[in-house]
C-alpha cells in the first residue's frame, strides 16, 4: 500500500514540476504581458494544454512503473480529475471555461491510459484503429 502511495506522490510529483517549469518558460520567454488580467492567448492556452496533456501522460507511466498495479495510475488520473474539478470552481475568468474543464479531464485520462499501458493492461485493440492487413 505505501509503495502504491509513494507512485502516485511521485507521479503527480514529477508531473507538477513539469508543468511549472514549462509554464514558468512560456511566461518568461514568450509570454512577458500574459498577466494583463486579459484573456489569455490561444498560442499560450494550446502550448500549455499540449505540455499538460504530455506531462500527465509522463506522470502516469512514473506512477505504473514505480507501483507495478494498475490501481495507481487509477488514483493519479482521480486526483487529477478532483484538482481540475476544484480549478473549474475557481476559474477566475482567464480561460475559457470549456478550456478549464477540457484540460483536467484530457489529462486525468491521459494519465490513466499511459500507466495502463505501461504495464500492458489495455489490449491493442482498445489502444486505437486497427491497420489494414494486421490481424
Not at 488580467?37 to 494550446?46: E, F, R, S, V
Not at 487529477?80 to 479531464?105: D, E
Request: include cysteine; proline fraction near 7%.
Amino acid at each position: 500500500m505505501l509503495r502504491q502511495i509513494l507512485a502516485v506522490a511521485a507521479g503527480f510529483i514529477t508531473m507538477s514540476a513539469l508543468v511549472l517549469a514549462t509554464e514558468y518558460a512560456l511566461v518568461r520567454f514568450f509570454f512577458p504581458s500574459l498577466f494583463d488580467l486579459g484573456p489569455l492567448p490561444p498560442a499560450y492556452l494550446l502550448a500549455y494544454g499540449v505540455s499538460s496533456l504530455f506531462f500527465a501522460t509522463i506522470g502516469g507511466c512514473i506512477t505504473a512503473a514505480i507501483s507495478g498495479r494498475h490501481e495507481a495510475p487509477t488514483v493519479l488520473g482521480a486526483l487529477l480529475l478532483g484538482m481540475g474539478i476544484g480549478s473549474l470552481l475557481m476559474n477566475r475568468g482567464n480561460q475559457p471555461i470549456w478550456y478549464a474543464a477540457t484540460v483536467p479531464l484530457l489529462s486525468a485520462l491521459a494519465a490513466t491510459i499511459a500507466g495502463y499501458r505501461w504495464l500492458g493492461r489495455l489490449p491493442e485493440e482498445q489502444a486505437g484503429p486497427r491497420k489494414a492487413g494486421r490481424r
